[in-house]
């Protein structure tokens, strides 16, 4: 097997399994959102490239000693409709698994990308029609449990409850419709999309942590945007009141049995989400603050590693 074969199947393996569990579990992500998603996506994108360029450096090894000239030949070939007889039956099943690989990943992330859009676009056509238009993008629903959500697309909508209404203080519902319009204005589902494509494409449970880890960052990056327009403690409030509570929520500071409250009531991301609004954290450390940085590098390296390999 040649060297950039296996350097590329050793990177698939650690993005595939080791890394996206490490990743899961870090505490750091919730201080820096942006860079960690950056990461999450540098990990798809090279765990891709790593899978499929594997068994492609395997397949053109007998034809040049790069991988982009290798395949430059087996185009030529192909056009010509011949195998190349330097191939042996080897390199013929790795280039088949490679194909098989692409398909299957691209297959797999388009038709999730178009399922999803449809159902999008059910969702945004029925709530038009049964909700009332409180304006362009938001819609009310007269239901009493208390919901808030973003249907995103092209023409997102906003929609609310009449229950998250009652349910919550003027300057708490303008923390949960800011925290909406930022998936709308930003469209996040981009962002959660080829995650879900992963975990469907590979159903294993590093996938499944990683779509949860960034459906969880995504939802932060959220609540970063409203607490700037309104505040921590109302959005805070916010949380725990959607998350359990059918009646309005006094407009007090959040304390800990509030926290305690969302624990029981919301599950263990709101509750993560609920005390990195409320809890007061230290001025970063010299160390603390390099972190955004060096992750964003590592980033870009993982993303150019498998790159370089497959044009050098």
């Given amino acids: 097997m040649p060297v950039d074969a296996w350097l590329l199947a050793v990177l698939a393996i650690l993005l595939a399994w080791p890394v996206p569990v490490a990743l899961a579990r870090a505490a750091w992500p919730k201080r820096h959102t942006r860079a960690a998603i950056a990461l999450w996506q540098a990990v798809g994108i090279a765990g891709g490239l790593s899978l499929i360029g594997a068994p492609l450096a395997i397949g053109v090894a007998p034809l040049d000693g790069h991988l982009r000239t290798g395949l430059a030949e087996l ?6 409709l011949r195998v190349p ?3 042996a039956t080897p390199q013929e099943i790795a280039l088949a698994l490679a194909g098989m690989l692409t398909v299957r990943l691209v297959g797999v992330t388009s038709l999730s990308a178009l399922r999803i859009e449809r159902d999008l676009r059910r969702q945004r056509n029925a709530v038009d029609l049964a909700a009332e238009h409180a304006d362009r993008q938001l819609r009310v629903l007269e239901h009493a449990a208390p919901a808030a959500y973003c249907l995103p697309g092209t023409r997102p909508r906003i929609v609310i409850t009449e229950g998250t209404i009652a349910a919550l203080a003027p300057d708490e519902l303008e923390a949960v419709l800011a925290h909406e319009r930022a998936h709308a ?5 981009l962002v959660v999309q080829p ?4 975990e469907s494409a590979l159903p294993l449970p590093p996938a499944r942590r990683a779509a949860a880890a960034v459906t969880t960052l995504v939802e932060m990056l959220a609540d970063d945007h409203a607490a700037r327009d309104v ?3 109302a959005l805070a409030r916010a949380l725990v009141a959607i998350g359990g509570t059918a009646g309005p929520i006094p407009n007090q500071s959040v304390n800990s049995s509030m926290i305690t409250a ?9 509750l993560t989400r609920v005390q990195r609004l409320v809890r007061k954290t230290p001025p970063p450390s010299l160390t603390e603050r390099l972190i ?10 993982l993303v150019a590693g498998p790159t370089w390999f497959l044009l050098r």
């Fill in 75 to 80: 185009g030529r070939d192909a056009m010509h």
């Fill in 85 to 87: 007889s330097a191939l």
């Fill in 185 to 189: 204005r930003w469209r996040h589902e």
């Fill in 195 to 198: 995650f879900v494509a992963w």
């Fill in 231 to 233: 505040g921590r403690p």
């Fill in 262 to 270: 969302a624990s029981a009531t919301a599950g263990t991301p709101t």
């Fill in 292 to 301: 955004g940085p060096a992750v964003w590098l590592a980033a870009v390296a």
